[in-house]
């Protein structure tokens, strides 16, 4: 993953947790954005997001998320001054898929040398 990417992906995901917030729907009051990735062209998002709750009340969160995808991403290229603003696809992040994320990200984040 380029340093743009991640660059890009850490203002999405910055960017949406305060849409989010900001958002009045009670179905997406408990969501967590874990993690944001970005394909290497720039158009596509997946947002990996966590949910407080059952797995119906994810389920819901989810379906709210991804029908206020299109609104989500007018607010994302108003903010961010990108020349493409990403597609967005919300998915549950579970347990597994999130410590695979962090183990990732340290080993991106090391420097040459630091061993």
Known sequence: ??????????????????????MRDPRVKEVTL?????S??????????????????AARAI???ERASGYLRRCLAERLNLRNTPELRFLFDSDLRR???????????EEPGDE
Do not use: C, H, P, W
């Not at 890009?8 to 949406?16: D, E, P, Q, S």
């Not at 410590?99 to 984040?109: K, M």
């Open 99 to 109: 410590g695979e994320r962090v183990s990732r990200l340290l080993r991106d984040t």
């Open 40 to 57: 290497t062209d720039l158009l596509y998002a997946k947002v990996y997001v966590d949910v407080f709750g059952d797995e119906a009340e």
């Open 63 to 65: 379906r709210a998320l």
């Open 1 to 22: 993953m380029g340093k743009r990417t991640l660059q890009v992906g850490r203002l999405i995901r910055n960017a949406l947790a305060e849409l989010i917030i900001e």
């Open 34 to 38: 874990t993690d944001v990735v970005i």
